[in-house]
C-alpha cells in the first residue's frame, strides 16, 4: 500500500510539474508578443531582429474592394522599413490564445494597430514560435488588416457592456 501510494504521489508531482512548466512556456511566449509590439513602437530595429529566426518569414491578408489580397516578406526585409520617425506604429492586443507543445507554439492575437495615434485598423496576428537554444523564436507572423469589424475581436464579457 505504501509503494502504491508513494507511486501516485510521485506521478501527480510530475504531472503538476509539467502543467507548471507549460504554463510558465506561455508567459514566455507572452512576453516575446509584447517585446513584439514595444519594438515597433519604440521602433527598435535590434530588440525586433532578436525576436525572430533569421529564415522568418511573414503575410498579411487583406480585403480590399472584394478582393481578398495576400502579401508575403522575409522578415530580415521588413525590419529594414521599420524606422519612419513619422508613423510611429502603436499595436495593441485585445486578447490572446496560446498553444505550447514541446519546441513549437503559436500566439493567437486579436490586435488593434494606430499610426502615430490615429487608428488605422484591427485584426488577428498569428506568430509561430520555435524554442532554439537562444529560447523562443518567431518562426512566422501572420495577420489580417481590417479596417471595420474590430469588435468581433473583443472578448465576449466587454461585448455585451458598451
Known amino acids: 500500500m505504501k509503494k502504491f501510494i508513494l507511486i501516485i504521489f510521485v506521478l501527480s508531482t510530475i504531472t503538476g510539474l ?6 510558465t512556456e506561455k508567459k514566455i511566449i507572452l512576453e516575446k508578443v509584447n517585446l513584439f509590439f514595444q519594438s515597433l513602437e519604440n521602433q527598435d530595429t535590434a530588440l525586433y531582429s532578436s525576436l525572430f529566426l533569421p529564415e522568418a518569414q511573414g503575410w498579411a491578408v487583406r480585403l480590399r474592394n472584394d478582393s481578398i489580397i495576400y502579401t508575403s516578406w522575409r522578415n530580415s526585409d521588413r525590419v529594414k522599413r ?6 510611429i506604429v502603436q499595436e495593441k492586443l485585445i486578447s490572446y490564445e496560446i498553444k505550447v ?3 513549437i507554439a503559436m500566439a493567437w492575437v486579436p490586435y488593434t494597430l494606430s499610426i502615430s495615434g490615429k487608428f488605422s485598423h484591427c485584426g488577428v496576428d498569428l506568430f509561430t514560435f520555435i524554442k532554439t537554444s537562444q529560447g523562443w523564436k518567431i518562426n ?10 474590430c469588435g468581433v475581436f473583443e472578448p465576449k464579457e466587454k461585448q455585451g457592456n458598451h
Open 18 to 23: 509539467s502543467q507548471q512548466s507549460a504554463e
Open 101 to 103: 507543445h514541446e519546441q
Open 82 to 87: 521599420l524606422i519612419n520617425p513619422s508613423a
Open 140 to 149: 512566422s507572423c501572420s495577420f489580417t488588416i481590417e479596417p471595420n469589424g
